[in-house]
C-alpha cells in the first residue's frame, strides 16, 4: 500500500520523466532531512523544462 507522499512522488517523478531528450536518473529520498532530491540529465533545455513542470507539480500535489 502506497502512502499519499510516495504516489506524490511517483507522479512528480513521470512528470520530469515525461520531457523529451532528458531522463530523471536517480531519486533519493532524504526522510531523516524531509526532502527529496530529484536528478535529471539530458539537454540543457529539456532538463529545465522538466524541472520547471516537476517544480509546478510539486506545488500542485504535495500543497493539496
Do not use: H, Q, W
Not at 8 to 35: F, H, K, M, P
Amino acid at each position: 500500500l502506497f502512502t499519499l507522499r510516495v504516489i506524490n512522488l511517483i507522479i512528480i517523478v513521470d512528470i520530469a520523466n515525461s520531457i523529451d531528450n532528458c531522463t530523471v536518473v536517480d531519486v533519493d529520498s532524504g526522510y531523516d532531512t524531509n526532502r527529496t532530491v530529484i536528478t535529471i540529465v539530458g539537454e540543457p533545455s529539456a532538463v529545465l523544462k522538466s524541472a520547471f513542470l516537476s517544480n509546478i507539480s510539486m506545488t500542485t500535489y504535495i500543497l493539496l
